[in-house]
Nanobody
């Protein structure tokens, strides 16, 4: 079964850090771009960051540049999102997703992990 499993969410105070992980099961990331998205209550889902697995190219939403870092663990077929200097506006459910290179949409999604930042 093809799936993505996120982990690492939780409750943290403003200014703190969390590290999210996204592990692939049933497939490898070799031909994919992996993205992180987030959805806050009552808001649309927003792009956070992405990475092309093959060459490591990274892209970030302006709102997280300098605070969040996306990285890969080749041996573990896992993508991480290191989130530093968190603020209350970062509170959301975070999802990872995979998009086959050349495809027009992300077609494999994880179940989401809650990140809550308290003031």
């Amino acid at each position: 079964e093809v799936q993505l499993v996120e982990s690492g969410g939780g409750l943290v105070q403003a200014g703190g850090s969390l590290r999210l992980s996204c592990k692939a099961s049933g497939f490898t990331f070799d031909d994919y771009a992996i993205g992180w998205f987030r959805q806050a209550p009552g808001k649309e889902r927003d792009f956070v960051a992405s990475m092309r697995w093959a060459n490591g190219d990274k892209y970030y939403n302006e709102s997280v540049k300098g605070r969040f870092t996306i990285s890969r663990d080749r041996a573990g077929n896992t993508v991480h999102l290191q989130m530093n200097n968190l603020n209350v506006d970062d509170t959301a459910v975070y999802y990872c997703a995979a998009q086959r290179v050349g495809a027009t949409r992300y077609d494999v999604w994880g179940q989401g992990t809650q990140v809550t930042v308290s003031s």
